[in-house]
């Protein structure tokens, strides 16, 4: 059986100056999240690696996490961060990629002023360096971004990206239409694959149910396939709005109407290929 990946959660000791995006409605966020805290929760759903996520736009994060990485196995590839933007990006790429557990970059797009950030010339050039090194992109964006996005990866048909969140669909107002459009003109570049996580934290976080989410798993099912698709728990950020064994839970049930190969693909498969972890494969009874 393929060693199922949880492929997008994180890791901080929180410092409130460096995360001021957890405002007191996310006060149970306010404390250190480690690898200690994430493995019994992790193995009690089933899972037996992840992928963790940079959540702090500085090298110094991309370092420690790389550091947690080499002293607990589970943890089997980083997505880090550099500065894309930055004439020394090439330099800041060379210090890390040499490590067999970073897997990839990301930026915090979301978070930038201009919705056209994607398209900007410095980081164009930025990103232009990340197939030398062998590394992918995640893609964190809102749903008015996907657009943009669309153009974007078009510029760089070789690079491999992966969406997080799906674009973070506006589940709590029932937005589906407008996001289902954009999504599908995204997943059209045989070059993007996509996380199904982070959902529950953009639907009603006391009242969400598996049915309110199903119809999101649907549209990113019928646009990327199960040969793009990996399930990803967005912990600890999840857990605002349910339980690690919850959250991943929805992703699993969805898929236990699907036959066994595309089960085994989108969890733990397609992370395992895409970024070309170093994983063994376990025997399952």
């Not at 709590?172 to 997943?187: F, K, M, P, S, Y």
């Not at 967005?234 to 857990?239: A, M």
């Amino acid at each position: 059986m393929t060693t199922r990946i949880d492929s997008h959660q994180h890791f901080w000791k929180y410092d409130p100056r460096e995360y001021g995006w957890i405002d007191e409605r996310m006060g149970a966020l306010k404390r250190d999240f480690l690898p200690a805290d994430l493995e019994p929760r992790l193995r009690a759903a089933g899972f037996d690696a992840c992928v963790t996520v940079q959540a702090r736009q500085t090298l110094e994060e991309t370092a420690w996490l790389l550091e947690l990485a080499d002293r607990n196995p589970f943890v089997v590839g980083v997505v880090g961060w550099v500065d894309l933007c930055s004439p020394d990006a090439p330099a800041q790429l060379e210090r890390f990629a040499k490590h067999p557990k970073l897997v990839g970059v990301r930026h915090i797009v979301q978070g930038e002023a201009d919705d056209r950030f994607l398209l900007r010339a410095d980081f164009g050039r930025g990103i232009a360096f990340l197939e030398e090194f062998g590394l992918a992109y995640d893609i964190l964006i809102h749903p008015r971004h996907l657009a943009v996005a669309a153009e974007f990866v078009k510029r760089f048909p070789r690079q491999r990206f992966v969406l997080d969140h799906l674009a973070k669909p506006e589940i709590a107002r029932g937005e589906i239409r407008a996001w289902t459009r954009d999504v599908r003109a995204l997943a059209a570049e045989p070059n993007v694959h996509a996380k199904l996580s982070g959902l529950v934290t953009e639907a009603d976080w006391k009242r969400w149910t598996p049915d309110e989410l199903r119809p999101y798993l649907d549209v990113a099912f019928a646009c990327f396939g199960p040969g793009r698709l990996m399930a990803g728990s967005d912990w600890p950020v999840c857990t605002v709005a349910g339980d690690y064994g919850r959250v991943m839970g929805v992703i699993t049930e969805y898929l236990g109407e699907r036959p066994a190969a595309e089960r085994e693909a989108v969890l733990g498969g397609n992370a395992r290929a895409f970024w070309r972890l170093e994983v063994k494969e376990r025997s399952r009874c």
